[in-house]
């Protein structure tokens, strides 16, 4: 009937949907889900033709009939409920006037041609009418009405008396009433009560044309459903069966890609280790260049937001100049314990710096220094012209006026910013509706911390410090505060511990490790990748212990033979060839796994899906341990390859 193939729609930089495609077929049932924003009700505009994708196409069937149900679909008026279910479209009221014409021509015409040519077009005319499926029986209009839940009483009453609510049943029933090919319906279970619920539960499950439907009602997608187009914050997905089957199949595709995703992890931590062992080799060096550049092609495994994303108007912080901050031969101790040493460090305006490094190593101490909350013993400070700074930590929650509602809080910081973008900001900070006027006594210490950090945003600084913001924040949270500090227009300098936020945020990283800052250009991906760095928050020592052979008890140590140390070196090696083999099958075996999982429609074959399942849990077992038994390949051989120099070095 409609066929939709690779439909994009955005507005200005905020993308609806991209690459859509759906074949919408007679007796199919599709429930349209996705958060509110998402572009459900864009995607029925499109498809009915009131609206034009961006890219893509949508072809119709000739001649097809469409009835669409928006959200506002019936003006009131002094027109009677019956009246206006049973009115005609205007070409209807065209067909007859013309019908009735030709009639009134044929009338008065005496001439046999002309009266068989008009009688031939009278005929042609009522043809088309009775086509037109718009011959409405008024019996079967007030059964329709009486199922939407009005009385007799209501048929005669003018449009005007009704509520909103009432308004969309009228509207409901006079589509209902003309039987198109297709149904869009946006929401139409908003103003049903119970029972004309049930009502038109049975009338769609009757129905012999097409359905595209949108409702939070879950029992109501479930019983109706024969299809789900679900619209995701990161991609299309068509699922043939209920809504409860299209959860289930969601949760469980989230699990797989969780653990693609850390399995993805493990096996780039695996290969690194192999480059920072033999890195400075010279034997190794065309490994470990292959290896780099198998991890430059490793295409990342995205795990799906859990929050659509939001767009901030946030007022314009005043323009700073091109050095938002500058510090100079900076010194600073502890004691006798020196941090810093000679610190010289530049921002730009309108960077975003991530600081990162160990425990221990000064990262607070540097930011606290910069935000001028903390003194220095002698070096300089100096800030951008025009720069106005604030700084973000867990104090700020305490500083919060217990009294104020959420609305008045942030307003404390933005006296002459209209409500209305306060009330957005605060329904992007994820509190909506009445959640404005809580008190700040009743929120929890999340919610507080979502305050604490619109409140910093809207003061209209340009150079904004934050000490560890996703404290409190859950995952949801989490993807709002970044949303919001990527759409923030001045200067960020911050410390996280969530690597998922530095990668969506900052575009330069300074390494604050054994007090020498190192710095940069890219996000946390691109600076663990150039630095050969796991993680940044482990200590280095900790990182030479983990990759040295635990030292076994004090014993005479054997006498070295080169040539048995060859021959060692040899066995190994082969073995290491042969584990990194199996570990690539099994890799491979994993990932069609994954793809396999990813197909809505093998979840209809419960039975391969279990099997299936059960080999996934045994591959990636098996995969574990693989990898250990690597590792300590990986460690005994280059204990042997240290023996070999070894006894070189004494030879010569």
């Known amino acids: 009937m409609i066929t939709v193939t690779e439909i994009s729609k955005s507005y200005g930089d905020r993308d609806l949907f991209s690459n859509l495609s759906v074949n919408i077929i007679s007796g199919q049932r599709i429930g349209l889900v996705g958060s509110n924003g998402t572009g459900k009700s864009t995607l029925l505009d499109i498809i009915c033709g009131e609206k034009s994708p ?8 000739r001649n097809l009939s469409v009835g669409y149900l928006t959200q506002n679909a019936i003006i009131p008026s002094s027109q009677t409920l019956i009246d206006q279910t049973l009115q005609e479209s205007e070409s209807i009221t065209s067909l007859r006037n013309q019908i009735s014409s030709k009639y009134q021509i044929l009338s008065e015409e005496n001439e046999k041609t002309t ?4 009688l031939k077009e009278i005929g042609n005319l009522e043809t088309e009418l009775e086509l037109s499926g718009e011959i409405f029986d008024e019996h079967q209009a007030k059964e329709i009405l009486s199922g939407l839940g009005f009385n007799s009483t209501d048929f005669s009453r003018p449009l005007n008396e009704f509520s909103g609510g009432w308004l969309m049943r009228a509207a409901l029933g006079k589509m209902l009433l003309r039987n198109p090919d297709v149904l869009l319906l946006d929401e139409p279970t908003n103003h049903l009560d119970l029972y004309s619920n049930l ?8 129905f012999k044309g097409s359905v595209v439907i949108t409702s939070h009602d879950r029992t109501f997608l479930n019983k109706v459903s024969t299809m789900v187009l679900a619209i995701e914050s990161d991609e299309i997905i068509s699922f043939k069966g209920d809504y409860d089957s299209y959860l289930e199949f969601r949760d ?4 797989i890609k969780q653990a693609a995703a850390i399995r993805q992890d493990r096996e780039i931590q695996r290969q690194m280790k192999f480059v920072q062992r033999f890195r400075s080799k010279a034997r190794r060096a065309t490994q470990v260049q292959s290896r780099l550049k198998q991890l430059q092609k490793i295409e990342r495994i995205a795990l799906p937001r859990s929050t659509t994303r939001v767009h901030y108007s946030f007022p314009e912080p005043k323009r700073s100049g091109v050095k938002a901050i500058v510090l100079n031969s900076l010194y600073k101790s502890y004691g006798k314990h020196k941090v810093y040493e000679n610190l010289n460090l530049e921002i730009s305006r309108g960077q975003k710096v991530a600081l990162v490094g160990p425990n221990g190593a000064g990262k607070s101490t540097l930011l606290k220094i910069m935000a001028g909350v903390l003194d220095f013993d002698s070096g300089e400070r100096k800030l951008g012209a025009n720069v106005k700074t604030s700084y973000y930590s867990q104090h700020l929650l305490d500083q919060l006026n217990q009294n104020n509602s959420l609305l008045d809080e942030i307003r404390t910081v933005a006296p002459t910013e209209p409500e209305q973008n ?5 329904g992007g900070f994820l509190f909506s509706g009445n959640d404005v006027e809580k008190s700040i006594s009743v929120i929890s210490g999340g919610e507080k911390a979502r305050i604490a950090i619109a409140k910093l945003l809207l003061q209209q600084s340009n150079l904004i410090f934050m000490d560890e913001p996703t404290n409190h924040l859950d995952i949801t949270s989490r993807e709002i505060l970044a949303d919001a500090l990527s759409d923030y227009h001045g200067t960020i300098c911050f410390i996280t511990h969530d ?11 300074i390494d604050v490790t054994d007090g020498k800052p190192k710095i940069w250009d890219g996000n946390f991906e691109d600076y663990t990748f150039e630095t050969n760095t796991i993680s940044p928050f482990t200590h280095a020592e900790d990182n030479k212990s983990k990759d040295k052979p635990k030292s076994e008890p004090t014993t005479k140590k054997p006498k070295l033979n080169l040539s048995k140390l060859n021959s060692d070196l040899k066995n190994v090696s082969s073995s290491i060839k042969s584990i990194d083999k199996k570990i690539s099958e099994v890799s491979l075996k994993l990932s069609d ?3 396999f999982f990813s197909n809505p429609l093998n979840f209809d074959d419960k039975i391969n899906l279990s099997d299936s399942s059960k080999e996934y849990e045994l591959l990636k077992t098996k995969e574990q341990d693989l990898t250990k038994i690597w590792e300590k390949l990986t460690v005994q051989e280059e204990e042997i390859l240290k023996n070999i120099h070894d006894l070189g070095n004494k030879k010569l």
């Open 252 to 255: 469980r595709s989230l699990e």
């Open 115 to 118: 009266q068989l040519a008009l």
């Open 593 to 595: 796994l994954e793809k």
């Open 54 to 61: 961006d890219s893509g196409t949508v072809v119709r069937q």
């Open 422 to 426: 306060l009330r957005r900001i605060l």
């Open 499 to 509: 690597r998922t936020l530095i990668n969506q945020v900052a575009d330069k990283i």
């Open 199 to 206: 009502w038109f539960e049975k009338y769609l499950l009757s």
